[in-house]
């Protein structure tokens, strides 16, 4: 699976939208961008997933550019709750198995 | 329907003990994995199990191991600990189709002094 580059740490205010990068320039054309989130000592969360369209859910939105190189999460409006690691990680659909490689992940901040 | 479930939730052992630990996936999932999370390493695939039988495998040592029983329950062991084993140890399951979505559970926190 292609490596991902992210940001550290990330502060954002509560209430403002939290726009987290990830860099995957190696990115080959059967990778998905998956997003997960850890909240201090929890199992990591699923937040959301795409290969080249925009996504949305309930949670989040996930922007990725034309070239797919990188992409973007968006918290439209963060909470106190939001503050956590969160993971951007690249996986191939195939029938290989079910291994997620993480990187360090960016940790957000959100401040009242 | 119920999430990934782990037991126990917290654990204390002494160094060269073994230990098994314990997960119940969701209902309908029959691909676990398994992974271990410390402050130094982050989070490593240890190993994933389907049908019963390790279908792919991180880098750690034979000291961990682990089997899957036939109502897709997973559990791992490991042998001999030493005081790095101390870690976070999550199981995930998914569905076994290509890109299926990996669910967490909340983990087991292992120390070994």
């Known amino acids: 699976d292609a490596k991902t580059t992210q940001p550290p740490s990330m502060d954002c205010a509560e209430g403002r939208a939290a726009n987290l990068p990830c860099n995957h320039s190696t990115i080959s054309g059967n990778e998905y961008v998956y997003w997960y989130r850890q909240i201090h000592s929890q199992g990591p969360q699923y937040i959301i997933h795409?290969?080249?369209n925009n996504e949305t859910n309930e949670m989040a939105s996930l922007i990725i550019t034309e070239d797919r190189k990188s992409s973007t999460l968006i918290l439209p409006h963060a909470t106190l709750r939001d503050t956590a690691v969160y993971y951007c990680?690249?996986?191939?659909?195939?029938?290989?198995?079910?291994?997620?490689?993480f990187g360090g992940g960016t940790r957000l901040m959100v401040k009242p | 329907k119920a999430g990934v479930t782990q037991t126990p939730r917290y654990l204390i052992k002494t160094r060269g003990q073994q230990v098994t630990l314990s997960c119940s996936p969701i209902s309908g999932h029959r691909s676990v994995s398994w992974y271990q999370q410390t402050p130094g390493q982050g989070l490593q695939f240890l190993f994933e199990?389907?049908?019963?039988?390790?279908?792919n495998k991180g880098n750690f040592p034979g000291r961990f191991s682990g089997r899957q029983f036939s109502n897709s329950r997973s559990e791992m062991n490991v042998s001999t600990l030493e005081l790095g084993d101390s870690a976070l140890y999550l199981c995930?399951?998914?569905?076994?189709?290509?890109?299926?979505?990996?669910?967490f559970g909340p983990g087991t926190r292992l120390l070994v002094l």
């Open positions: 990680i690249v996986r191939a659909h195939n029938n290989a198995g079910n291994m997620l490689t």
């Open positions: 995930a399951s998914s569905q076994d189709r290509p890109g299926e979505t990996q669910y």
């Open positions: 199990y389907f049908s019963e039988t390790q279908r």
């Open positions: 795409g290969l080249k």
